[in-house]
Nanobody, 115 residues
């Protein structure tokens, strides 16, 4: 059974930084895409950043230049370095892994940015 465990969320002030971590365990196909998602109130879940096993990364426009996604496959862990956080970044951040067979989700970690 695949499990994803997130950590690193918290409460910070605008302009500060956080680093989220997501560790995967279980039978995951070696070729996969990992990503971070969030779901603003009243909206659909949206992609924040994704990274493939080849290292190709994508970012939504609102976080480009502030967030960096990277992964350590030896530890099956993905990270999201979030700098210059803004109040609009406040949300629950969910870890996802898609291995071209199935989609898996973590339970989420709360990020709160105060102005």
């Amino acid at each position: 059974q695949v499990q994803l465990v997130e950590s690193g969320g918290g409460v910070v002030q605008a302009g500060e930084s956080l680093r989220l971590s997501c560790t995967a365990s279980g039978p995951i196909f070696s070729r996969n895409v990992m990503g971070w998602y969030r779901q603003p109130p009243g909206k659909q879940r949206e992609s924040v950043a994704t990274i493939s096993t080849t290292g190709r990364a994508t970012y939504r426009d609102s976080v480009k230049g502030r967030f960096t996604i990277y992964r350590d496959d030896a530890k099956t862990t993905m990270y999201l370095q979030m700098n210059n956080l803004k109040p609009e970044d406040t949300d629950i951040y969910y870890c996802n892994i898609y291995d071209y067979r199935s989609d898996y989700w973590g339970k989420g970690t709360q990020v709160t940015v105060s102005s």
